[in-house]
């Protein structure tokens, strides 16, 4: 993964996004069971400026690779579901590197 490239931005970008949103499964319950609310606001304002900027990455490397809308469409989807991100990196963001 080479991060001079936009590709290689984006992959890691990718990766940090999907720690992100699965770090809301130990985040969340702390927050509603004991009612710890701290690391679920840092947790989530990080989370969302990876999702923002996952998002402007992705339309980044679909203008630069020409992407078609089957591909365009699964990368900027798969920031919705969990594991997403990295199914992405897998499937297409690795196979173009």
Sequence with gaps: MELNTPIGRLRLLAVLEGISYLLFAITMPLKYMLDIRE????????????????????????????????????????????????????KIFSRVE
């Design 39 to 90: 690391p679920n606001f840092y947790v989530g304002m990080a989370h969302g400026w990876l999702f923002i900027l996952y998002g402007i990455f992705c339309l980044q490397n679909i203008y630069i690779h020409k992407w078609g809308m089957k591909t365009s469409a699964i990368a900027l989807i798969a920031s919705l579901v969990p594991f997403g991100t990295f199914y992405a990196d897998v």
